[in-house]
């Protein structure tokens, strides 16, 4: 009989680790759908109706959409995606993962539904400038949402993975050769100022993405130097529910004995932390910096 309660107790608590599991899939899904959704909006009502050739699927969708008379540039973008990721399976295997073949069917069946429920028969505006930015940005905002939940979209990101298993490309670079020929290629489709138009998004369009990401990822890393280590460590880790590094130190004035906090938290508890250490040990000194590469528990595996 002594073996029950710890039998329950491991029930329990795994118990407890697939709620949690369950609940944290569920929410990566919904977030994958609302970045998804995102990035269908911004293409469909600002980049499909200026002709906004900026790479991806949808760029090359554009083109074949104004190429090939009676397929939209919606239904293009349904077939496109289908046979990339037939291709990816064959070439790549699934290391792209279920999330991605979500997100990629989502997104076209997306745009289709858009093109019956609302055509776009011209721009919202006269202003291709601020459409241009308008697409970019809801682009990158649902692309990096996406990315951040361990996924993509799918699309020319299956193409670049295919050239760079079979060349010397990395992925990224492979990425940028492939977006790179669409958006040229609407030099010769839209014209001079459609084309400029696309070069300029497709710039735009990678240095947002990264921002983006940067931003959904920074963190703050302290480093407290104070002669109260165990009540602030005490905070971190009741509180926060953070590890901390402890170190020795000596302070080159005073010539006396000190110690050093390392910890790393988010965003949203470094203010908490830093009133903190400063109610705890007022003379403490507090250096923060931003971080976006935090890998361990409690951050990025």
């Known amino acids: 009989m002594s073996g029950v309660p710890d039998f329950c107790c491991v029930k329990s608590k795994y118990g407890i680790f697939m709620k949690s599991k369950v609940i944290k899939t569920i929410k990566s899904y919904l977030l994958i759908t609302f970045g998804t959704l995102i990035m269908a909006a911004g293409i469909y009502f600002f980049k499909f109706p200026n002709n906004f050739t900026t790479g991806g699927v949808s760029g090359l969708s554009l083109l074949l959409g104004n190429i090939v008379p009676g397929i939209s540039s919606g239904m293009f973008v ?39 429920v609302y055509p776009m028969n011209k721009p919202f505006t006269d202003q291709p400038f601020m459409e241009l930015i308008y697409a970019v940005l809801l682009v990158a905002l649902g692309s990096s949402i996406i990315f951040n939940c361990g996924a993509s979209s799918g699309g020319t990101d299956i193409t670049a993975m295919i050239l760079k298993k079979y060349t010397d490309l990395d992925i990224g670079k492979a990425l940028f050769v492939c977006d790179g020929i669409i958006a040229t290629s609407s030099f010769f489709v839209f014209g001079m100022k459609t084309g400029m138009f696309s070069l300029m998004g497709l710039i735009i369009k990678s240095t947002a993405i990264d921002v983006f990401i940067e931003n959904f990822t920074l963190c703050k ?81």
């Not at 009133?275 to 595996?301: L, W």
């Open 78 to 116: 349904l077939i496109t995606n289908l046979v990339l990721l037939v291709l990816g399976f064959a070439f790549v295997g699934g290391s792209f993962g279920f999330k991605t073949v979500y997100s990629s069917l989502l997104f076209s069946f997306s745009i289709v539904v858009f093109e019956k």
């Open 221 to 301: 890393f302290f480093v407290i130097v104070t002669t109260k280590s165990e009540e602030i460590c005490d905070y971190i880790m009741k509180i926060l529910n953070h590890g901390a590094t402890v170190a020795d130190a000596k302070g080159a004035f005073t010539n006396t004995g000190k110690k050093l906090v390392f910890v790393a938290c988010k965003r949203s508890e470094a203010l908490p932390l830093r009133k903190k250490v400063k109610q705890i040990d007022p003379d403490a000194f507090t250096f923060i910096t931003n971080t976006s590469e935090i890998i361990g528990k409690g951050f990025r595996q």
